[in-house]
């Protein structure tokens, strides 16, 4: 199983209305079918300005990709993106022990920049340090 969460804060523009439709939106690629299990709400953890997470449970690669590069997974993200202010990326986590996982998992996101330039360029500048 791999463990996928992002963690986020919207723009202070952003309305209760506009808040809640990207959170919707984020549930409805949370429930695609390479998602075995998934959350999205409020980050409990140590938020440094990041007040909202979405977590998802992938089974293995094959999944990973597929949820990568699933219609309903690239329609969203563009819905998303302007509402927010930062996002950060992990921690991801693996019951998988496989010492390559984190780079195959690496490769797969490198395959969606290469195939999807202009999503990149639009995530880069939301990218939490």
Request: charged share 25%; with cysteine.
């Given at each position: 199983?791999?463990?996928?969460?992002?963690?986020?804060?919207?723009?202070e523009?952003?309305?209760?209305?506009?808040?809640?439709?990207v959170?919707?939106?984020?549930?409805?690629?949370?429930?695609?079918?390479s998602?075995?299990?998934?959350?999205?709400?409020?980050?409990?953890?140590?938020?440094?300005?990041?007040?909202?997470?979405?977590?998802?449970?992938?089974?293995?690669?094959?999944a990973?990709?597929?949820?990568?590069?699933?219609?309903?997974?690239?329609?969203g993200?563009?819905?998303?993106?302007?509402?927010?202010?930062?996002?950060?990326?992990?921690?991801?986590?693996?019951?998988?022990?496989?010492?390559?996982?984190?780079?195959?998992?690496?490769?797969?996101h490198?395959?969606?920049?290469?195939?999807?330039?202009?999503?990149?360029?639009e995530?880069a500048?939301?990218l939490?340090?």
């Amino acid at each position: 199983m791999i463990v996928h969460m992002l963690r986020f804060a919207f723009k202070e523009t952003v309305t209760e209305e506009e808040r809640e439709r990207v959170l919707q939106v984020f549930r409805r690629t949370a429930a695609v079918e390479s998602v075995s299990f998934s959350t999205v709400g409020q980050n409990l953890g140590d938020p440094d300005g990041l007040t909202h997470a979405f977590c998802v449970g992938i089974a293995d690669l094959p999944a990973l990709r597929r949820y990568m590069h699933d219609p309903v997974h690239l329609a969203g993200d563009p819905q998303i993106m302007p509402y927010l202010a930062r996002i950060a990326i992990g921690p991801d986590l693996s019951d998988d022990m496989s010492p390559t996982l984190a780079r195959d998992v690496l490769a797969l996101h490198e395959e969606k920049v290469a195939l999807y330039p202009e999503w990149a360029a639009e995530l880069a500048p939301l990218l939490a340090a």
